[in-house]
């Protein structure tokens, strides 16, 4: 701190121009002292003076900037030393020098301000003077390593400067500034710079206005896009005011384009869009809103600031009220020519208009139910745009799941909309087809939801049934759409032998020639049990349940009762009730399955014998149905571990080729001097050193066969000199067996070196034989012309990166592979130090080719250099071999039959390596291997430290699940930090993780498209910190000594049948998930019988009025279902459990009363659409009465066209023409559309028909209207006391309106017309109805 004070006192004054009041300066800046003195008074009195020379001024900038970064210093020294413990005396000092410094920044800004100001001013006065502007500063320079607080600020007010500057030059441009009366100066070039190149607004033109108020307006935009905190400083309303005159109609499209953008960027926050609620701009929005496709550039520019205003201004639901229950900032007179705009299909913006509207159904349901804007989405979920309709679905289901907002909605028909692109659609087009198929998507994604099915249910499942019965209507086109929605729903893919069967092929002889290939490419790719049963697996069986109730089988008997011959489409509905039942026999209990497998009808059609056709179809539909099975059981991989071998499997080839082979051998070892002799001799390897003359499959017998006799290898080594002969063909430097190009032909040749290799090591004189061969002296030599160091370095080596990659070089790597199979090779390995040779290779830079060929090919079944290699690429500095080779290490571990304690301890190794990505591949395999119990025990005892991997991280958990692993994070006060953090947090995060990848998981496999995180999860409950407690019985000591599950338990009593409360139901769900997984373990299941909350869960799920919960309830019911105990409970209370053939639960559980789960209490519709409940006083005159009540029948489609012509003919009558100049009737007909439905066309119309531009001026009368016009509440009706009384003054713009006296949402105008006829015979003081009463203009 001294050193700071030291520095300080230093340059402890300040640079200012010395002047005095009324003198002027001498030229120069004279520096003077000032200590408290600012800076403000001398720049009052400098105003007048004399400028300095440039060069001065310059000077005095870059004198006060090097002040300023010094004090800036200190400043941020003096801070820092106050964070660290000091003693009082020097915290005073140290905070005293801080002050200080903080007065001279000021300063030292206040002068650098002053000086630049006057640099402006000198350079606008040679402009001005000279014309000609000359840029005598040095460029500015980029702070290098960080931005000075000083710079910062000073950029802040020159943009602060420069925005206000930009609002006064739109004010002057629009005629509002205080000096712009002839007489007065125009404002001054220092107040706004901007303002001296404008135009005069006295004597230019409407267009120049027009033009400069648009680059002031696009300056003042980027200007706020570069500066948020501008954005934040300026009020709203200031820019309004500027930017009315661009808002008119007299201004151009791009001015009012322009205007809404800067209106747009000034906005912040919901304080912003509430200033501008006040600022009356509802009618310029609803007049742009309702101009044609020529004015799209300022349609987009105000459907964005729409969205704006819905972005920032909207109050979200809090977290104890339910979706749909906020408010959006938009009046019903914007939110109707929003409306309107999304429901003219021709109209260019409508897709984005029906996306606004539906995140703003999320947010503000009843906004949408009183304008109409519901209908209008509806109307869009069945007629397109398709793209749409995923969006509004999904939108429309998370409504349906909340009894609440569920009420908008009229049952059993609104939500039905979206299947009538399959139950009303008849047509052969391309398009129709596509149409279909965009259907069968949505309905298929709909009822991929708890919402979506159980909504579909209803009235004793109508709409389910209305699909089905799509299947029994022949002349149908799109009837094999609907089947692929039902192969898709119930997850069934389809292998390649399904084409066949379709076709009407038989299945016995399909793909006999593959199915070797298939299977030892199924046994090469682990897979999970085929008894693992997956959450998806379970809400397709509810699936099966509910078709087979709704008719399904019966509708695809149907389908075969159409042909006695059969066709494509028979048969394809044949391969559907051939899988549902399939599915059906795996994850229904029996008891159900049986009763789907019965096919009663099938059966009754083939055993008729009155009618002959009856038989045939039947008898055919059951025999291919029989085919499937078989079929299907054939090609179905064997159960692990079973080694009985059966007469009927498809493995049979390969185990009679596997029992021919050693036979084959044994013969050819039995061969005679003569045969043998005759052998060598045939392979022509003895008569010529050409290998394309060579007989390669005599040559290959020979290997294979009589050269692992000892007796015959000896002869062939040091009679003949055969194998010498034979073996200089794979020397590297003979450039024989190494040229060869890299083909697959070819790499029979690698193969005939291994086999040669194979032979040699088995007998003692082979062994000799390679030991004084220079077969691997040479590929040492060659790995060393790879090293960088060496002496003469050789242009072509045998091993470069080409020559590895085009020619058989490769293939020495598997022949050493092949040495290192036995311990006499490793010894010659070690020998001739190729393992050295190995070490340095995985050092070489850009060498993973050669790396990589060495793990792969290496045998590490003997311990010894072959594993340390690999350990050594495990720990190379390049990221790529690392995580080569642990992926290799990961296979090789996933391919081991037994647990391998070196390969686990290499692998935990890899969990501490400094690239994530590695990590992450370790903790994959790790996990992935822990599913073994013998391997989880060994890593487990190992007992490897996983802090760095998280807390709460899968393996620990696994970890955990054994006596051993529990007691070890017990001891390290694991288990008391993670159960404290899964009681507050982690249970809820548990309950969105399983959600979403549920969610994922449905959507995968409608879209067929491949995510990594779904594949990560595979349908299988995650793991659950309360479930792998209750494994171990020191973790149900734990449990019962927190008293957590007692508290579940409360919980779920207390709130299950929750169904407003968002944050209540949501905890439900993250308890009711706990509690399941608790029971889910035979150690916990005690737990829950202990509370007898099984009922209450129960009760949940057939009586839950929040239809996601019952979901939930499912899931967890089948969780509690997968200890026989478990299901043993739950069948006495009618919920049986699906076991497998063994007797054991699978963890899946269906309702043996399906209706009673899956159905919805009955409810009233509330969602109506309202009419405006502020009543006008009546027109003055008939003739007005006239004009309002033809405008009111516009809206009526039937008699809509002759009040448009009455219209017409009024508009050219001199009687009327003052009508359509009247502010006052001009409010009546805006009031009238913003309370009505009116289509797009017929709102432009009626803005079309008044002679009247909006401008400020009209804008200020309409509002003027709204209050004058308006009956004041003694006059109306008496309102009931449980409503709001009517507002007064006008509604403030973007704010939703009072509710109001609701009639059925309708196209159809009619009981809109008799409810207002009812209504105006009650006695009441007289006011304007804008219903019809006698007569309709333009009828005679």
């Known amino acids: 701190m001294p050193a700071a004070s030291g520095e300080h006192s230093s340059h402890s004054s300040l640079s200012i121009p010395n002047s005095t009041d009324g003198g002027t300066s001498n030229g120069s800046a004279t520096p003077t002292t000032t200590t408290g003195q600012s800076a403000p008074s001398m720049m009052g009195a400098a105003s007048e003076a004399t400028l300095v020379s440039d060069g001065d001024r310059e000077t005095q900038i870059q004198m006060l900037s090097d002040q300023l970064k010094v004090e800036n210093r200190i400043k941020e020294g003096a801070e820092n030393l106050l964070q660290m413990p000091l003693n009082p005396a020097l915290r005073t000092q140290v905070e005293s020098e801080l002050a200080t410094a903080k007065q001279k920044i000021q300063a030292i800004e206040r002068s650098m301000e002053y000086f630049s100001e006057r640099g402006s001013r000198r350079r606008n006065h040679e402009m001005n003077g000279n014309g000609i502007r000359k840029f005598t500063g040095q460029p500015l320079q980029p702070a ?58 006295l004597t230019a033109s409407e267009a120049e206005l027009n033009r400069a108020r648009i680059e002031t307006m696009a300056r003042l935009i980027g200007l706020l896009q570069r500066n948020l905190r ?28 322009t205007a809404y953008r800067l209106i747009r960027h000034s906005l912040v926050d919901s304080h912003s869009v509430r200033r501008l609620g006040e600022q009356h701009l509802d009618w310029y929005i609803v007049k742009t809103l309702s101009r044609d496709n020529k004015h799209s550039v300022e349609k987009e520019q105000v459907i964005k600031l729409i969205r704006a205003i819905v972005d920032l201004g909207s ?82 289901l998370h409504i349906v799941d909340s009894p609440k907002t569920r009420a908008y909605l009229h049952p059993g028909t609104d939500l039905e909309i979206a299947l009538s692109g399959i139950t009303d659609a008849y047509g052969k087009s391309s398009e129709h087809q596509e149409r279909v198929k965009g259907c069968t998507r949505i309905v298929s994604s709909m009822l991929r939801t708890w919402s979506g099915l159980m909504y579909c249910c209803i ?101 075969f009762e159409e042909s006695s011959v059969g066709s494509p489409l028979s048969r394809r509905a044949t391969l559907l009730m051939a899988e549902i039942l399939q599915k059906a026999n795996r994850v229904l209990p029996l008891s159900i399955a049986a009763k789907i497998q019965a096919l009663p009808r099938v059966f009754s059609l083939a055993s008729d014998y009155n009618d002959n056709e009856h038989r045939i179809v039947g008898s055919a539909a059951l025999s291919a149905i029989n085919s499937f099975n078989r079929h299907w059981s054939r090609m179905e991989p064997a159960v692990k571990g079973d080694t009985r071998p059966r007469a009927n499997s498809i493995e049979d080839a390969l185990r009679r080729q596997r029992q021919i082979e050693p036979a084959k051998l044994k013969m050819s070892m039995q061969m005679d001097d003569k045969t043998f002799q005759a052998l060598l001799l045939d392979t022509q390897v003895m008569a010529t050193k050409d290998h394309m003359k060579w007989n390669f499959e005599t040559l290959q017998d020979l290997i294979e066969g009589p050269l692992h006799s000892a007796k015959r290898m000896e002869e062939a080594i040091k009679v003949s000199r055969y194998i010498r002969k034979v073996m200089s063909f794979f020397h590297p430097f003979s450039h024989r067996f190494c040229d060869l190009a890299n083909t697959k032909q070819n790499h029979r040749w690698v193969r005939l070196g291994c086999s040669l290799l194979d032979a040699l090591m088995s007998s003692p004189d082979g062994i000799r034989f390679l030991h004084d061969d220079e077969f691997l002296s040479q590929l040492v030599k060659s790995f060393a012309q790879l090293d960088p160091l060496t002496q003469a370095p050789v242009p072509d080596p045998i091993f470069s990166k080409k020559r590895v990659q085009d020619t058989l070089t490769c293939g020495y790597f598997e022949m050493l592979g092949t040495l290192s199979k036995r311990k ?72 081991s039959p037994t647990a391998n304690a070196w390969m686990l301890r290499l692998l935990l190794t890899q969990l501490y390596d400094p690239s994530p990505d590695v990590r992450e591949l370790a903790v994959r395999f790790l996990e992935e291997a822990c599913e073994s119990m013998d391997v989880l025990q060994m890593v487990v005892e190992m007992q490897p430290t996983l802090d760095h991997l998280g807390e709460g991280h899968p393996l620990l958990l696994k970890f955990m699940s054994t006596p051993t692993g529990f007691r070890f994070l017990y001891a390290a006060d694991y288990i008391d930090r993670e159960i404290e953090l899964w009681f507050h947090e982690r249970n809820l995060h548990y309950v969105v993780h399983i959600e979403v990848f549920l ?173 405006d409940d502020s009543r006008l006083a009546p027109p003055e005159s008939d003739e007005e009465m006239e004009v309002m009540t033809a405008i009111y029948n516009l809206a009526n489609t039937v008699i809509a066209n002759a009040a448009s012509r009455s219209l017409t003919k009024m508009k050219s009558k001199p009687e009327y023409r003052h009508i359509f100049n009247s502010p006052s009737m001009f409010y009546r007909a ?55 009384s009517p507002i007064d003054d006008k509604p403030a713009p973007f704010r939703p ?10 196209d159809d105008e009619g009981s809109d017309v008799e409810e207002k006829e009812a209504a105006a015979k009650k006695p009441r003081a007289p006011v304007m109805s804008l219903r019809p009463k006698s007569r309709i203009i333009g009828f005679s």
């Not at 710079?151 to 004010?171: C, V, Y």
């Not at 190729?834 to 993973?848: G, P, V």
């Not at 309106?1297 to 309708?1306: G, I, L, Q």
Request: with cysteine.
């Open 1230 to 1284: 805006l009031h009238t559309i913003s309370s009505q439905k009116y289509r797009q066309p017929v709102r432009r119309y009626i803005f079309d028909l008044f002679n009247i531009d909006l401008d400020a001026d009209i804008v200020q009368q309409l509002s003027e209207c709204a209050i004058s016009l308006r009956i004041p509440l003694t006059a109306q009706e008496p309102a009931e006391p449980s409503e709001p």
């Open 1297 to 1306: 309106r009072a509710a109001r006296h609701n009639v059925d949402e309708s």
């Open 459 to 559: 009235n004793d499942m109508t709409a389910i049934r209305a699909l089905i019965d799509c299947l029994r209507i022949p002349s149908l086109e799109t009837r094999e759409l609907i089947l692929d929605m039902f192969f898709d729903l119930l997850n069934i893919k389809p292998p390649e032998w399904h084409k066949t069967f379709i076709e009407g092929r038989r299945l016995t002889m399909y793909g006999r020639a593959r199915r070797s290939a298939e299977i030892i490419q199924r046994e090469q790719i682990p897979h999970k049990p085929q008894d693992t049963l997956k959450l998806t697996d379970q809400y397709i069986a509810l699936l099966i349940l509910v078709f087979s109730k709704a008719g399904l089988l019966d509708a695809l008997t149907s389908m």
């Open 999 to 1171: 969610a994922k998981a449905f959507i995968q496999n409608a879209n067929e498209d491949v995510d990594d995180s779904v594949l990560a999860f595979e349908g299988i409950v995650p793991l659950h910190f309360y479930g792998v407690m209750a494994k171990t019985e020191l973790g149900c000591e734990v449990l019962q000594e927190k008293g957590h599950f007692t508290e579940f338990a409360q919980f779920i009593r207390r709130h299950g049948l929750e169904s407003e409360d968002q944050e209540v139901i949501f905890k439900l769900k993250s308890v009711l998930w706990a509690v399941g997984n608790i029971g889910a373990t035979e150690r916990g299941l005690p737990f829950l019988e202990e509370e007898e909350i099984i009922p209450s869960i129960l009760e949940i799920a057939e009586q839950s009025l929040v239809l996601s919960v019952r979901g939930t309830c499912f899931f967890v019911l089948g969780l509690i279902s997968s200890t026989p105990q478990g299901a043993e409970i739950l069948d006495d209370y009618h919920w049986e459990a699906t076991l497998s053939p063994l007797g054991l639960p699978t963890g899946l559980c269906v309702p043996l009363d399906v209706n009673k789960f899956v159905s919805i209490p009955p409810w009233e519709c509330v969602a109506n659409e309202a009419v």
């Open 315 to 396: 109050e979200r639901h809090l977290s104890h009220s339910g979706v749909g229950a906020g408010s959006v900032p938009l009046s019903d007179a914007v939110m109707r020519a929003l409306i309107a705009v999304a429901e003219y299909p021709e109209d260019p913006f409508k897709p984005i208009c029906v996306q606004t509207l539906t995140e703003i159904l999320l947010i503000d349901i009843e906004l949408m139910a009183r304008t109409g804007g519901i209908r209008v989405l509806l109307h869009a979920l069945a007629e397109g745009p398709l793209e749409m309709a995923p969006l509004l679905s999904q939108a429309f």
């Open 144 to 201: 290098d390593g960080w931005k000075e607080e000083g710079s910062e600020r000073d950029d802040f007010r020159t943009a602060m400067h420069q925005a206000r500057s930009a609002i006064k030059a739109l004010l002057h441009l629009s005629r509002q500034y205080p000096y712009s009366h002839p007489s007065s100066s125009a404002p001054s070039p220092s107040a706004s710079p901007s303002t001296s190149t404008l135009p005069n607004v």
């Open 824 to 895: 006499e090779g490793v010894e010659l390995l070690e020998k001739f130090k190729l393992f050295t040779a190995f070490y340095h290779l995985t050092e070489l830079r850009q060498r993973d080719d050669l790396i990589k060929g060495i793990i792969e090919n290496l045998d590490y079944s003997i311990d010894g250099h072959s594993r340390i290699v690999l350990s050594k690429a495990l720990t190379s500095q390049y990221k790529t071999i690392r995580h080569y080779s642990t992926d290799y290490l990961g296979g090789l571990i996933r391919a």
């Open 230 to 257: 501008v954005r934040y400083e300026l009020d709203v309303a200031e820019v309004v005011h500027a930017v009315l005159p661009s808002l008119a109609d007299k201004a151009t499209k791009q001015a009012r384009a």
